[in-house]
């Protein structure tokens, strides 16, 4: 089945940096887009990044860009969001999600979160 587990998660002061990592199984990872998004105490999900199957193309918010870089290793199953310049707005639960190229725009499959606190 499949399986997302994030990790990298941590306290950081505000300008401060952190690199998450989302390990994915249970599917052929280099059919899958991949997105992160994040969500706040109180708050809907936001979309943070994404990343098209095969790494060539990267898409990021107004909120994120310039600072947070999403990338992704695929013989090693992996995405990765390196994020820069952290505010406190940062703070939030981040998860990865997967969407297969097949089903555009639909990404079911959510890992646990990591959270990042930014104070």
């Known amino acids: 089945h499949v399986q997302l587990v994030e990790s ?11 690199r998450l990592s989302c390990a994915a199984s249970g599917f052929t990872f280099s059919n899958y887009h ?7 105490p109180g708050k809907g999900p936001e ?7 095969d790494g060539t193309n990267t898409y990021y ?14 013989a090693k199953n ?6 820069n310049s952290l505010k406190s707005e ?3 639960l981040y998860y990865c999600a997967a ?3 097949q089903v555009p725009g639909v990404y079911a499959d ?7 606190t930014v104070s």
């Open 90 to 92: 940062d703070t939030a």
């Open 34 to 40: 991949m997105r992160w998004y994040r969500q706040a």
């Open 8 to 18: 990298g998660g941590g306290l950081v002061q505000p300008g401060g940096s952190l």
């Open 61 to 74: 918010p107004d909120s994120v860009k310039g600072r947070f870089t999403i990338s992704r290793d695929n």
């Open 99 to 101: 969407g297969s190229v």
């Open 110 to 116: 959510w890992g646990q979160g990591t959270q990042v």
């Open 47 to 53: 979309w943070v990044s994404s990343i098209t199957s």
């Open 78 to 83: 992996t995405v990765y969001l390196q994020m």
